[in-house]
């Protein structure tokens, strides 16, 4: 019996040497793959959500990484182009063999990878955006670290409502094809018993915006809702300015600080939703945080919006992968994400369960002033 139990036991210990690991995990490394807009018109937004996750890896890696196992991230340029975030999506897939995808940097590119994933069955985390395709429906794979456009477009509404201004148009990208931002905002304003009074739509990659300033130019309303790439929301406001309609203008998180310098001293008064607290504030410990890492990894980046939201989005999958111990497999993980309930990440709470993938609530109003800065 003695030596069938021995023979038993060495079988085991052989099969589990032989079977093969997960994708992208080795004795050494994790490795993980992101498809961002690293050129095109929200090239800097994608470089930015890339630079601050990579300053989080870089100093976890200096201290032995996860579990003895650093974290490698794999970053393919999409520009902003949906057929090629899905190309990008495929070969880190097939080819690149990564764990999990990270950090991709827009809703189109997003929702192109999402077929892929599940037919992967491969976890999709810290997407920034807040599309409601991403964010809407519950999917076992797709894990979200900041809050959704809808959240910052009710903030938005109700910020406009307090001040008193009724009169609301939007616009959106043309690529968004069931119109899901114009219904966050439409719904929104619902709630308030008020009605868009017109929208338009722009290409995302492009400033040529005639035909969303010929439809609102022409309605005057007291302020726009934009959900719109740095380029396009740029060309509309100069264009409705331009043409005499000096409405209010407010756009969602995704822009960040590009906006400014794009539009120069034409951004002031733009008012700015944001899911990540000001990345100056340094009194908050994650923006501290934030800011220590990238004087330590010597990065050459900026402080931003969009890259302390790379970086909270890294700190999140260190901590998931941490608890999820050495053994690590994608079921694991998605499950061991699922048991986070209330993290403080440093002034910066994260919570999940079995059914909901969405991290955080926080949603913030921002005002850029005539210097180019943010506060709120």
């Not at 050494?28 to 929200?42: P, Y």
């Not at 979200?144 to 456009?149: F, G, I, L, T």
């Not at 201004?165 to 719904?187: A, P, R």
């Amino acid at each position: 019996m003695l030596a069938r139990t021995m023979i038993a036991a060495l079988f085991a210990v052989a099969y589990a040497a032989a079977a093969p690991a997960e994708n992208g995990v080795t004795a050494g490394e994790i490795v993980i793959g992101q498809s961002a807009s690293l050129s095109g018109g929200a090239a800097e937004v994608g470089q930015q959500v890339r630079d601050g996750a990579l300053a989080y890896f870089e100093l976890l890696n200096r201290k032995g990484g996860v579990n003895g196992r650093k974290i490698r991230l794999i970053s393919l340029d999409d520009g902003g182009q949906t057929k090629r975030g899905e190309d990008n999506t495929t070969k880190l897939i097939a080819e690149d063999k990564v764990f999990l995808l990270f950090g991709y940097t827009g809703r189109n590119t997003s929702e192109a990878a999402l077929p892929i994933v599940d037919k992967a069955d491969i976890p999709f985390f810290g997407a920034a955006t807040g599309g409601e395709t991403i964010h809407g429906k519950f999917n076992k794979n797709v894990i979200n670290v900041r809050a959704s456009y809808k959240r910052e477009t009710q903030a938005m509404v109700d910020y406009l409502v307090t001040i008193g201004q009724k009169k609301i148009g939007m616009i959106y990208h043309k690529d968004d094809l069931t119109k899901s931002n114009l219904k966050m905002t439409e719904d929104a304003l619902a709630s308030h018993g008020l009605k868009v009074v017109g929208s338009g739509s722009v290409d995302r990659n492009s400033s040529d915006v005639k035909e969303a300033v010929g439809v609102l130019a022409k309605l005057d309303p007291e302020a726009v809702i934009c959900n719109a790439a740095v380029k396009p929301l740029s060309a509309f406001i100069r264009e409705m300015r331009k043409a005499g309609r000096p409405a209010q203008f407010l756009s969602v998180s995704f822009v960040g600080s590009p906006i400014v310098k794009e539009l120069g001293p034409e951004a002031a008064g733009l008012i700015m939703a944001q899911v990540v607290p000001l990345p100056t504030k340094k009194s908050i410990p994650i923006v501290g945080e934030y800011q220590a890492a990238l004087a330590a990894t010597g990065s050459k980046a900026g402080l931003s919006f969009n890259g302390l939201e790379g970086f909270i989005n890294a700190k999140v999958l260190a901590e998931a992968l941490k608890k999820t111990g050495k053994d690590v497999t994608r079921p694991k993980f998605i499950k061991t994400v699922e048991s986070i309930i209330d993290l403080d990440l440093g002034g910066y709470f994260v919570g999940y369960s079995p059914t909901n993938h969405n991290g955080s609530r926080y949603v913030d109003i921002t005002i850029i002033n005539k210097d180019g800065r943010f506060f709120n």
